[in-house]
């Protein structure tokens, strides 16, 4: 994993336990869909917290390229033996720390970029 904070202080309201949740299912899915390097990137704009989580993995499922942010909807899964709960709860769990999660462009390759704004 790559670490690259350009922050220096700011506070995220929220519970440990699904902060937990939230990078744990990001570095399962990585693996999941082989990615070798996972970045983490923050940094502040327009006075949010901006968190990257991107790998170079296979990327955004054929299933899932017209709408991408679909895969945070309940029981939406690409993987033929996935539950569809785990970005789910992610996005859930988002909302009650006052942010919001978007599919940006991938960094590298066809991988996954994940934007966080915390608010």
């Known amino acids: ?26 570095l399962d899915n990585s693996e999941k869909w082989g990615a070798k390097n996972i970045w983490v990137n923050t940094k502040l704009e ?20 017209e709408n991408p942010n679909d895969i945070f909807k309940f029981r939406q899964t690409a993987k033929t033996n996935g539950t569809g709960f785990g970005l789910y709860l992610v996005s859930e769990s988002l909302l009650h720390m006052n942010a919001e999660i978007v ?17």
Request: charged share 20%.
């Open 1 to 26: 994993m790559h670490l690259s904070n350009n922050v220096s202080l700011f506070q995220i309201v929220g519970s440990k336990l699904d902060l937990a949740l939230i990078l744990d299912n990001f």
């Open 46 to 65: 327009n006075n949010n917290f901006i968190l990257n989580i991107y790998d170079d993995g296979d990327g955004l499922s054929s299933k899932f390229r």
């Open 103 to 119: 599919i940006d462009k991938p960094q590298v390759g066809n991988g996954m970029n994940f934007k966080i704004t915390f608010k």
